[in-house]
């Protein structure tokens, strides 16, 4: 199993670059980035995997309303091509709330989105062309789209955790990156049903990247005090109100890895069990910068053990 972490995007680039050089020192395998309304996160994530060799990058993720596949393909290889072939695309649904207020546009057919979003990439990340007309969206490559040295073509992922964009995951994408979904989530309801649609469509079993919420202090009282504060904004939308269910809590703290380093490790080795074959920490700023790097510390032993 790897082990990475996301970084916060309220720093600058410098600063970010630094944490990722920290994170890669203590062993950690990946760093990831958000997209929200800040940063360009392909972009960023290809300045940091150049700045830190070795360092595998990744978005998580890029919502599919107000984007185009011939767009974030040329993002996806530029950033490939910058890192050596160390760049991971994530890409997600988004929330009606924040597509509607944001882009101004209609969050309509999000799962029929996603399947025409992924199948028109598909061969771009290939090979640089395409020429797919769908319901919902049209891509063409009147010019070539190959971007030079962006090798192997990028892995995909999607942040998909209900039944349909598990499906339409395990079909077309190379994993899933699920978030605030807790073990018994993943064994009993996310796993089983990507793995299904792959092996249906003649895939191979798909990575699952499970994005969970952890920080090793001596003061977990607290730092889950912080977080259930930090994680509430995920409590209004149904589709994470739907999966923190599924795990068996109540808030989406209730999920958070707090404690020390022997409850912080069972806790990783319960997602191993569950199916996830890659765990990136989420969060590891809630407490104290000496808390974010004994985390780190945590985090890169047993990426290395």
């Known amino acids: 199993m790897t082990i990475g972490a996301a970084l916060p995007l309220h720093n600058g680039i ?24 800040t940063y360009d996160s392909p972009s960023l994530a290809a300045i940091v995997g150049r700045e830190v060799p070795g360092l595998h990058v990744g978005t998580a993720a890029i919502p599919v309303f107000g984007r185009h596949p011939l767009i974030v393909s040329s993002q996806a290889q530029t950033a490939q091509a910058a890192t050596a072939g160390r760049y991971h695309l ?15 546009i209609p969050y309509d057919r999000p799962i029929r989105l996603l399947r025409e979003f992924l199948t028109a990439l598909h061969p771009l990340l290939e090979t640089g062309s395409t020429d797919f007309r769908g319901e919902l969206l049209s891509v063409g490559t009147p010019l070539p789209a190959a971007v030079p040295g962006a090798e192997p073509p990028v ?37 089983p049903a990507v793995n299904a649609a792959a092996e249906a469509a003649g895939r191979p079993a798909p990575r699952i990247v499970a994005f969970v919420p952890g920080v090793v202090t001596a003061d977990a009282d607290t730092v889950r005090r912080t977080a259930t504060d930090s994680l509430a904004f995920y409590e209004r939308f149904p589709s994470y109100q739907r999966v923190i269910e599924l795990s068996g809590a109540t808030r989406a703290a209730d999920l958070a890895l707090i404690g020390d380093e022997e409850t912080v490790a ?32 945590l985090l890169g032993e047993l990426a290395t053990g």
Do not use: N
């Not at 598990?166 to 309801?189: F, K, N, Q, T």
């Not at 069972?266 to 104290?288: I, M, W």
């Open 90 to 104: 994530g890409l997600a649904l988004g929330t009606k709330q924040l597509t509607e207020a944001g882009f101004g």
């Open 14 to 37: 410098d600063a970010t670059v630094q944490l990722a050089r920290e994170a890669h020192e203590a062993g950690l395998r990946s760093a990831w980035f958000g997209q929200t309304f």
């Open 155 to 191: 892995p995909v992922l999607v942040a998909a955790m209900g039944r349909q964009a598990l499906r339409v995951s395990g079909e077309l994408a190379d994993g899933i990156l699920p978030y605030l979904a807790g073990p018994r989530a993943l064994a009993e309801h996310i796993v």
């Open 266 to 297: 069972e806790g990783v080795r319960r997602y191993r069990e569950a199916g996830a074959t890659e765990v990136v920490f989420t969060s590891t700023d809630l407490g104290t910068e000496a808390d974010r790097h004994r985390t780190w510390k």
